[in-house]
């Protein structure tokens, strides 16, 4: 059974930081794309970042390129969303998703979603 | 970036009856367009992928049709179980996005 757990989500100011990690299982982590998606209260789901299978090609969202990282490590099996300067707008559930085998940006399986608020 | 806008934002419809949910894109997405079902307190379950694939395990009730910029998610006849949130998305471009929703409400 594919598990994608989420941590590191939580209150900063503005202007701050966090770190969040993901830890998958149940699957061969290293074949599949991964991203982060969030959703503000009351908005649609929001594509963050995306990395590609070997970690070689990371793409983001204009509204968070130059301020988040997305990295993973292989070895460990965990995808990472590294935030800086975080903005009030940045506030949202973020969840880890898994791209299905060979298929890019296309969700086969979510985890529950990690809340992080950026309030001063 | 692609805006995909879904029609109708709520459809009352009783067990039984066949529902048409509409996706449209504001530019060609190809056939690169999925639906997926979501529920109170559950991640989002993926249902039909570029356009009329159905995942595992989904069954044959629920089809895709379309090309280009539209797009239509038929539920031949409803079960109980499918009264939910569907929510179409594309991966064509960069960012991939989501349209905003179809409630799919008990008539």
């Known amino acids: 059974e594919v598990q994608l757990l989420e941590s590191g989500g939580g209150l900063v100011q503005p202007g701050g930081s966090l770190r969040l990690s993901c830890a998958a299982s149940?699957?061969?982590?290293?074949?599949?794309?991964m991203s982060w998606v969030r959703q503000a209260p009351g908005k649609g789901r929001e594509w963050v970042s995306g990395i590609s299978s070997s970690g070689g090609s990371p793409y983001y969202a204009d509204s968070v390129k130059g301020r988040f990282t997305i990295s993973r490590d292989n070895s460990k099996n965990t995808l990472y969303l590294q935030m800086d300067s975080l903005r009030v707008e940045d506030t949202a559930v973020y969840y880890c998703a898994k791209g299905k085998y060979r298929s890019g940006w296309l969700i086969d399986n979510w985890g529950q979603g990690t809340l992080v608020t950026v309030s001063s | 970036e692609i805006v995909l806008t879904q029609s109708p934002a709520t459809l009352s419809l009783s067990p039984g009856e066949r529902a048409t949910l509409s996706c449209r894109a504001s530019?060609?997405?190809?056939?690169?367009l999925a639906w997926y079902q979501e529920k109170p307190g559950q991640a989002p379950r993926l249902l039909i992928y570029?356009?009329?694939n159905r995942a595992t395990g989904i069954p044959d009730r629920f089809s895709g049709s379309g090309s280009g910029t539209d797009f239509t998610l038929t539920i031949s006849s409803l079960e109980p179980e499918d009264f939910a949130v569907y929510y179409c998305?594309?991966?064509?471009?960069?960012?991939?996005?989501f349209g905003q929703g179809t409630k799919l409400e008990i008539k």
């Open positions: 530019q060609s997405v190809s056939s690169y």
């Open positions: 998305q594309q991966r064509s471009n960069w960012p991939p996005t």
């Open positions: 149940g699957f061969t982590f290293s074949s599949n794309e």
């Open positions: 570029d356009t009329s």
